[in-house]
């Protein structure tokens, strides 16, 4: 199967969607599959990419770790003649997501999107960020999976959400998957002793992008109160971003900073070898659709405490690999963080976790995406070669285009609908009128 995929964020970007995407090609790859890249030009990216066609990008867009692609389609279509697709994969519903669907069209072929985000949580990175803005964040992923054959949710928590948005309803569960062989073997002792951490301490940790909306505040309290309880705990970071210089102030006022340790960016050998210097692994972020570092760290044979969330609540098991805890009680999470490392079931929820993870491994994730590749091609036909008459290939770009207009006015009449239910005054009489607006 020729697999040709569209992703905003890749290689050098860390993250879990550019990691998803490696770890599925990878896979793919390995299994026989041919796959192509289509992702944003980076600095410090690779220099040699046989499998990837790069685009113009806007790098670090609003002081974010993200890069924003200028799509330019017209560019792509050499490759993607030469690449022969069976199938489009989408892991964006903009930008390029637009692109892969302009091209899905063209080319009479199947369309899968990938909702790896909850876009609603990174409205902040956007100039005038509101409720309106997050509310276009929301109905543009939604209605997005009406354009695609078959919609990939990470978690069922994901699936049930884009229920609830009335999303197009053929969504399969199929989480991100993690190398849980190779995350098994790391060496402990080496970032304790890079970073004065006492051997014998007890280590809670944490991974991922430093970014407001992964709750950080919030899990520095939280974490900062056990290390005060407890003179033997010590805090390792892994990740960078803007929120660091308020973490280490909050530690700062708790007097536990010379016990917190950041290490940067990491990846690699270097990362597990970070997952295995911790005792337990502490997450509370909400912004998940499955919380893929959470899968890494039970592969490693660590419980998490974590806040009970989508894309959560389906890996951490409360009392059994973990804790899930419903409040956000940084005191109780503290307790909870404690209660763990102390507890003698530690060991049984070690086994726990490791048994989790297996479920999570990347071959059988990808095998479940085959799957949902041949769902799409079942109900979609061969390539075209569109590009094989001058005329047959301005045709099908101008019908793509067409598409991508009536999308983006469904997208419009959404957002106009939801905004006069808002707005509109409290004497209006409701639900026969409704009704009415539901009409269309």
């Known amino acids: 199967m020729n697999v040709l995929m569209f992703t905003n964020t890749y290689l050098p970007i860390v993250g879990g969607v550019s990691e998803s995407v490696q770890r599925l090609k990878r896979q793919l790859q390995q299994a026989g599959h041919q796959v192509l890249i289509v992702a944003p030009r980076l600095e410090g990216q690779p220099k040699h990419e046989c499998d990837v066609v790069r685009v113009a990008a806007l790098q670090q867009f609003n002081g974010s770790d993200f890069s924003i692609p200028v799509p330019i389609p017209g560019q792509l279509f050499d490759a993607i003649e030469a690449f022969e697709p069976d199938i489009v994969h989408s ?5 390029l997501g637009d692109t892969a669907a302009r091209a899905a069209d063209t080319y009479g072929l199947p369309l899968v999107f990938t909702h790896h985000t909850l876009y609603e949580h990174y409205t902040h990175y956007v100039p005038g960020d509101s409720s309106r803005m997050q509310r276009f964040a929301v109905a543009l992923a939604t209605q997005y999976t009406w354009l695609c ?13 884009l229920t609830t948005r009335a999303a197009n309803p053929d ?18 002792l080496y970032w304790r002793h890079q970073l004065a951490i006492p051997e014998q301490a007890r280590v809670i940790g944490h991974l991922g ?3 407001r909306e992964k709750n950080l505040v919030f899990l520095t309290h939280a974490v900062c109160m056990a290390l005060q309880q407890d003179p033997e705990s010590w805090w390792l970071l892994v990740g960078q971003g803007d929120a660091r210089a308020e973490m280490e102030e909050i530690a700062t ?13 990491l990846q690699g050998q270097e990362l597990i070898d970070a997952y295995h210097a911790m005792d337990i692994f502490a ?3 909400c912004s998940e659709t499955q919380g893929m570092v959470i899968a890494e760290a039970m592969a490693t044979g660590l419980p998490v405490v974590a806040l009970d969330a989508p894309g959560v609540r389906e890996v ?7 804790r899930l805890l419903q409040h956000p009680d940084p005191a109780a999470f503290a307790q909870a963080l404690l209660e763990c490392m102390g507890s003698e079931q530690v060991a049984v929820m ?15 994730c990808a095998q479940l995406c085959l799957g949902v590749y041949r769902l799409a091609i079942a109900h979609g036909g061969p390539f075209t070669h569109a590009d094989d008459g001058g005329w047959e290939r301005v045709r099908n770009r101008l019908g793509a285009e067409w598409h991508m207009i009536c999308h983006r006015g469904r997208l419009l009449r959404h957002l106009v609908r939801d905004q006069w239910r808002e707005d509109r005054p409290s004497w209006w009489p409701g639900k026969r009128d409704e009704t009415e607006l539901h009409g269309d």
């Open 316 to 322: 951490v098991v409360d009392g059994r690999n973990g």
């Open 171 to 188: 969504v399969s569960v199929v989480p991100s998957g993690v190398d849980t062989a190779c995350f098994a073997i790391g060496d402990g």
């Open 350 to 364: 070690r086994e726990a976790a490791l048994t989790t993870a297996a479920a999570y491994d990347e071959a059988r």
């Open 209 to 211: 992008r430093l970014a």
């Open 91 to 95: 892991h964006h519903p903009f930008l």
């Open 149 to 161: 054959d078959e919609v990939i949710a990470p978690s069922e928590s994901i699936r049930d959400l």
């Open 283 to 285: 997450f509370a972020s």
């Open 253 to 265: 006022q708790y007097g536990v900073i010379e016990r917190v340790r950041f290490t940067g960016r």
